[in-house]
C-alpha cells in the first residue's frame, strides 16, 4: 500500500478535516482517504458519455421486437379562410 505526504495545508483547513473527522468517528487519516475516495469515483462515474450510458440502461431490452404500426395518410392541412 502507498502512501502520500501533504504539506502545507494551511491551519484552517486541518482544522477543518480534524472537525469533520471527529464527527464521523473517523481518524484524520480515515477521513482524508474517505474524502480522496469519494471524490475519485465519483469523478470516474462522470468519465461514461452519455451513448454507453444509454446502451448500459437499455441493453436488457435488445432482444424486445416491437410491431411498428401501419401509417395512415397525411391529413389536409386545415383551411385557413
Not at 491551519?11 to 480522496?36: D, F, M, P, Y
Not at 454507453?52 to 392541412?77: G, N, V, Y
Amino acid at each position: 500500500m502507498s502512501s502520500i505526504t501533504i504539506h502545507d495545508l494551511g491551519n484552517r483547513l486541518e482544522q477543518s478535516l480534524r472537525v469533520r473527522a471527529r464527527e464521523n468517528g473517523r481518524t484524520l487519516e480515515e477521513e482524508v482517504r474517505e474524502i480522496l475516495k469519494a471524490t475519485v469515483e465519483q469523478h470516474m462515474a462522470c468519465e461514461t458519455k452519455l451513448g454507453t450510458m444509454l446502451h448500459q440502461i437499455f441493453e436488457p431490452f435488445s432482444d424486445l421486437e416491437l410491431e411498428i404500426p401501419e401509417r395512415a395518410p397525411m391529413r389536409e392541412p386545415p383551411n385557413s379562410s
